[in-house]
């Protein structure tokens, strides 16, 4: 893409009345070249601060590029029309991974195999979603995959919105247009003033994990560390319940 190229974005909200809402970070859909004709493939792209956050990312992804799928019936294809369904990709970038799952790229897709006989279905036909995970972490910057390291250098909130600018147009050749040079000083405002909003985060989130660590310990009872902590004894314990399942999933 160019400086110019640009992508039209489609609405990020996904609203089932027996499945419930789902936002996307990113949602768009893209036409590619196929012999004489363009195929639509529908792209969701999520940024995740992290690639632990309780739950499997790769499962995540599944359930997005699942209602993703199944959102187009009554726009995209009805009744029995499943001929018309569009792949989708679910595209999951993971800033702050930890070093030994950083630099990495790991795909999940369909697959046919014949149990029996040598028939096989158009490819087409099943290959109607990929889950994408690009993990960046600390040795994102210096990756030997273009995309990786682009992202990574653009994430980086140690890095001025200048500094980023020379980086897309000297080492990646991107043409920085005056949109594009007010959306990277935006990112960089809006990232300077997220790392504040965390750091505050953090010493509230470091009080409370410290609080339950001791609950843990049997040191404290939940009502006098709810009480230290100036909250209701069924929410901190709800969220201490809730800490203790993320450390079982993040061992």
Known sequence: MSGSDRVKGSSTEDVSIREGSVRYDIRFVVRV??????????VNIEIQNKDKSGYPIPKRGIYYGSRLISAQRGTIFKNQEYGKIKKVVSIWICENSARERSDTINEYYFQEKCRRGSYQEIKENYDLMRVIIMRLGPQGENSEDDAIRLLSKVFSTERSAEDKKKILSKEFHIDITEEISQEVNHMCNLSTGILEKGIEKGRIEGALEMLFNLVKKGILTISVAA??????????????????????YNK
């Open 33 to 42: 070249p196929k012999n004489d004709e363009r195929i639509e493939i529908i």
């Open 227 to 248: 009480q230290q902590a100036d909250m209701d004894p069924s929410v901190f314990e709800q969220q201490y319940n809730t800490w203790k399942s993320k450390l079982t």
